[in-house]
């Protein structure tokens, strides 16, 4: 069965340090990988997605992540934070072949220290 | 409007009461889904509609639970005899084209308190 995982529940860092959250996903076939942002109060936003190609995908607000098949991994990273980047973070795949159930990942919350 | 909408943004019920939970999809997206959130989790699926297709109803968690959905339109979630466990946050998204590669669009969501 798919499943999504995203071990670290919070992560504090400092603005203008580097990010990176960690997501590990289950799936037989080729995935299709997403990562959403949930600020408080507000639905989420896609930061950016993998459907194939080029394993580095770059996303908005300056987001990237690396599609790394060998490790079923689809880490999202930042080289600088902001403070405004404090919000709730989501991996989700999404099945090859039409399925339309999106699989999610229970979240990282991240909190930034000015 | 630009985006999808949700009505009512929060709702607080009596426990047994009936719930009605509105979601309007970004115009002309022909797919709509619901979700749920509870507390410290992910996004749990209840349910999908594509176009006049049959939707599919897997995820909805009990028969307490149905949505209905008028043509490429509004949909509603209605909760029945609602539980304290049906608190949770029901999210609405809608995406212009089905299957894994059709974006999804997130609503504000509706946060259900059920006391």
């Known amino acids: 069965a798919q499943s999504v995982t995203q071990p670290d529940i919070h992560i504090t860092v400092s603005e203008g340090a580097s990010l990176e959250l960690r997501c590990n996903y289950s799936y037989g076939a080729t995935p299709y990988l997403f990562w959403y942002v949930q600020s408080p109060g507000q639905g989420l936003q896609l930061l950016l997605k993998?459907?194939?190609?080029?394993?580095l995908v770059q996303g908005i607000k300056g987001f990237e992540a690396e599609f790394k098949r060998s490790q079923s991994s689809f880490n999202l990273r930042k080289p600088s934070v902001h403070w405004s980047d404090a919000a709730e973070y989501f991996c989700a795949v999404g099945a090859e072949g039409g399925t339309y159930k999106y699989i999610f990942g229970t979240g990282t919350r991240l909190k930034v220290l000015a | 409007g630009a985006g999808v909408s949700q009505s009512p943004s929060n709702k607080v019920t009596e426990k047994g009461k009936d719930v009605e939970l509105r979601c309007d999809p970004i115009s002309g997206h022909t797919a709509l889904y619901w979700y749920r959130q509870r507390l410290g989790q992910g996004l749990e699926f209840l349910i999908y509609f594509q176009g006049n297709s049959a939707p599919d109803k897997s995820g909805l968690p009990s028969d307490r639970f149905s949505a209905e959905r008028t043509g490429e339109s509004v949909s509603t979630l209605t909760i029945q005899r609602t539980q304290q466990e049906d608190s949770a946050v029901y999210l609405c998204?809608?995406?212009?084209?089905?299957?894994?590669?059709?974006?999804?669009?997130f609503g504000p969501g509706t946060r259900l308190t059920v006391t």
């Open positions: 998204a809608s995406s212009l084209k089905s299957g894994g590669a059709g974006e999804q669009y």
């Open positions: 993998y459907f194939s190609g080029d394993t």
